[in-house]
């Protein structure tokens, strides 16, 4: 079946530090994948998304690239502030069988100024 | 911006107890609504989908005689977590996928999730 494998955490940076997490998938056909950020006390909030291979989703200046090839979609920012401390869960979506999303277990970001 | 509500954001009970959690699509309406359970350092882990008007579909493993949905409305889908047990104690996170306009198919590129609830069952 589909399935997420995220990073374990937590993720501990000083802003302005380089991001990455890692998230790979497994599934059959072709999936959209996503990007979900769920900030203290808030629900999840879309970050960004990719559709199909190759495409690049990206928002407040995190970038993912959809590898098809590597079946992965890294989560990376090239300069980390402290208001990005939060939990971030990478998910995938069959929207053709329009079933729900499958998340991976999330990593928790803190960034220390 | 799409908004759901998802009430009360914290509740203590007793064991035994039923405890009713509520999920609203503020301005937007959701035939087909999502149950989550997390738990702490794990991944969200779906329970059931809720369609408006019909029996929600429950995840293999998911005690649909403990966990009653009710998706009565298109803005409204309601989790009774019935004769709660310290187990039961959980995040649960409701999520909404908004409908699409005329012509056009659902996606998950429009779901959008309430805050959680935090259960605690003495």
């Known amino acids: 079946g589909n399935s997420v494998t995220q990073m374990e955490g937590p993720v501990t940076l000083s802003e302005e530090a380089f991001l990455t997490i890692n998230c790979t998938y497994t599934?059959?056909?072709?999936?959209?994948l996503f990007w979900y950020v769920q900030y203290p006390g808030e629900g999840l909030q879309l970050l960004l998304k990719?559709?199909?291979?190759?495409d690049k989703g990206s928002n407040k200046g995190f970038e993912a690239t959809y590898r098809k090839e590597t079946t992965s979609f890294h989560l990376e920012k090239g300069s980390v502030q402290v208001s990005d401390s939060a939990v971030y869960f990478c998910?995938?979506?069959?929207?053709?069988?329009?079933?729900?999303?499958?998340f991976g277990k999330g990593t928790t970001l803190s960034v220390s100024s | 911006g799409a908004v759901v509500s998802q009430h009360p954001s914290r509740v203590i009970c007793k064991s035994g107890t039923s405890v009713k959690i509520e999920c609203r699509s503020l301005?937007?309406?959701?035939?087909?609504m999502f149950w989550y359970r997390q738990f702490p350092k794990q991944s969200l882990m779906l329970m059931a989908t809720?369609?408006?008007?019909?029996?929600?579909?429950?995840e293999q493993g998911v005690e649909k005689d403990k966990f009653l949905i009710n998706h009565a409305s298109l803005t409204l889908s309601t989790l009774t977590v019935t004769s709660a047990h310290p187990e039961d104690s959980s995040f649960y996170i409701c999520s909404a996928r908004k409908n699409p306009g005329t012509d056009q198919v659902a996606t998950n590129e429009k779901l959008f999730f309430g805050s959680g609830t935090q259960l605690s069952v003495l």
């Open positions: 809720s369609n408006e008007g019909s029996k929600a579909t429950y």
């Open positions: 998910a995938l979506s069959d929207d053709q069988a329009g079933t729900a999303l499958i």
């Open positions: 301005d937007f309406q959701a035939t087909t």
């Open positions: 599934a059959t056909g072709y999936p959209s």
């Open positions: 990719a559709t199909k291979a190759d």
